[in-house]
């Protein structure tokens, strides 16, 4: 056993209401620089749709992820080093601008500055890459809310796969079309094809928490990275040529505070928390034949943090103790492991996802009410779970590589919930039969109420800080160095370099550690008079 720990999330999709605040908050946080114009570490994409960047989902074209040779090893998707060389100077296997989006402004000038006259004056849409009138196309939420879903929502990899096995099942006709909203980051991956991708180890996971970062300056700009993120969560900036990507905002996460996606969340659908896993099994894992079986085997390889020879080995792999009591604590262990409502995205992609979801259940409660049955009704809600709006099939394809069985158990346990509560707070006796047919007890079952919809700030992020005993040097050495971004000389700095004129700002005022601290109360209130 070779224990480690992660920094892994958790988002419900049921609270879902799709306003993109995670989105605009994380990029005004971290790519608001020139060259990054398109670029979403966070978007929240509506499905059925294509997605951002459209299409990223067919590995057929793009060659994303792992899969298993004839020998039945583990290689990426996109070809060995042999490969990679051929082609380190010319990648077809990348998302070209269009498929992201190409950014533009418009010529407001126009409006403030025309003469007077008879015709009214346009503001045109100018790219923001190449200064030049365009013709909008595209953009990352061009099928937010199913627009366009009739004419384009048959371009979704997913509706694809799914036609191929059962023709009816997804239709986008008015009445019978569905949807819900998807946010999306980088996973974080336990075994991440990113950086086995990257010729120069610009990429690294960080053996600490599990973060994957891209040390800019060791970045060469070869986007073999781009190709090889089955999520396509890795961008390149054209104005400094390097690749960057989502940091899990880990100048927070090293003090204590969540994700700046997490703390901005409308729904408050985010959980943050310690995984261990044991690393040993990694491989084994996600080396696995069927990829139906590829969900169970990562949960074989995350470890119980109440057993006490996990705690030895802990102790013994130096893994802080604050750290392991944090993975006692955990939402995202309690939601995976031990609820086991929470699926990974795409397992197939064998990359060993660690930013999960639970499935959606409110479309099956509305489309019930809309029939005139009681939409939160045990005995109506588990026999409309086969017959949902939003298919069985079409989740299982996104969460368990086509598996239907954890998905129709998960959202078994949401039904069991919901009514199960509804009877406690009309004052009634809940069956206990409610909660047997979901493999739970009552007492699990308002835990997991607890969990999903009334808990606090500090049970639904439990970020261990240990590093705060060394907090002096982490301010003064760790964080600007790990930045690297606005370091002296660095892709941050003003000035033109060897990659074009630079994007960025004049270097900010180092923010301490001890300035994070200090907003903590005001962020995790829930009354005004406290912060």
Known sequence: MRPMAQIAMVMNLDKCIGCHTCSVTCKQAWTNRRGMEYVWFNNVETRPGQGYPRRYEDQDKWRGGW?????????????????????????????????????????????????????????????????????????????????GAPAYGDLDPMVERLRQEASDKVRFAYEQTFMFYLPRICEHCLNPSCVASCPSGAMYKRAEDGIVLVDQDHCRGWRMCVTGCPYKKVYFNHATGKAEKCT?????????????????????????????????????????????????????????????????????????????????????????SRYRVALPLHPEYRTMPMVWYIPPLSPVVDALSDTGHDGEDAGNLFGAIDTLRIPLEYLAEMFTAGDTGPVRASLEKLAAMRSHMRALNLGETPDPEIASAAGMRPADIEALYRLLAIAKY?????????????????????VPAECSLDHPGGPGMGGDGPFGRDSGRRRLPLVSVENFHLLRGRQSSDDAEDA
């Open 67 to 147: 899969e298993l040779n004839r020998r039945g090893a583990l290689t990426l998707k996109a070809g060995g080093r042999f490969r990679k060389l051929a082609g380190i100077f010319s990648n077809p296997r990348l998302p070209e601008i269009k498929d992201y989006y190409e950014p533009w402004t418009y010529e407001y000038r126009n409006l403030t500055d025309a003469p007077l006259g008879d015709d009214y004056p346009v503001a045109r849409p100018v790219s923001s890459i190449t200064g030049e009138p365009m013709k909008i196309e595209w953009s990352s939420n061009w099928d937010d809310n199913l627009g």
């Open 248 to 336: 899990l905002c880990y100048p927070r996460i090293e003090v204590g505070l969540p994700t700046v996606c997490s703390e901005t969340c409308v729904g408050r659908l985010r959980y943050l928390g310690v995984l261990l896993y044991d690393a040993d099994k990694v491989t084994a894992a996600a080396s696995v034949p069927d990829d139906k079986d590829l969900y169970e085997a990562q949960l074989g390889v995350f470890l119980d943090p109440d057993d006490p020879k996990v705690l030895r080995a802990c102790e013994d792999a130096g893994i802080p103790r604050e750290w392991t009591e944090a993975a006692r604590r955990s939402p995202v262990h309690a939601l995976v």
């Open 458 to 478: 500090e049970e639904r992020y439990v970020i261990p800080t240990a590093a705060l005993g060394d907090a002096r040097r982490l301010e003064e050495s760790a």
